[in-house]
């Protein structure tokens, strides 16, 4: 089956999950020939590989088909953003936190003075 829009929203939550094309194809245990050629030629897998795809990405198989239950992709493309946001977030914390166990001796130094 011929569907354009498929490879196109699957490629797009790739990208919102980080990965590459030919990372994909390693993680879903695909061959990366067969999923070039699938997106080449624009065929939807069996039914079994697009449902694995389609639960993997947190996405329904109607949504990678047809677009529709868009709200559902948006909430876990927004939840994508949030998770890494927050990891950037608790990074500057960590950041943070070692450049003030840094600065603990100079003030100690300054208490006594």
Same mark, same amino acid.
């Given at each position: 089956m011929r569907n354009t829009g498929f490879?196109?929203?699957t %490629? @797009?939550? #790739?990208k919102a999950h980080n990965?590459? +094309?030919? +990372?994909?194809? $390693?993680i879903f245990g695909f061959s990366r020939h067969t999923v070039r050629g699938w997106i080449y030629h624009k065929r939807v897998p069996e039914l079994n590989a697009a449902y @694995? #795809? @389609?639960y993997k990405l947190g996405v329904s198989l109607e949504y990678l088909i047809?677009? %529709? $239950?868009k709200d559902i992709a948006d909430l876990r493309y927004k939840e994508l953003e949030l998770r890494k946001s927050s990891a950037r977030i608790l990074e500057m914390i960590e950041s943070a936190q070692k450049e003030l166990q840094g600065m603990r001796p100079l003030a100690e130094h300054w208490a006594r003075d």
């Open positions: 490879w196109e929203r %490629k @797009a939550l #790739i990965m590459t +094309q030919m +990372q994909f194809a $390693d @694995a #795809i @389609a047809s677009g %529709k $239950d």
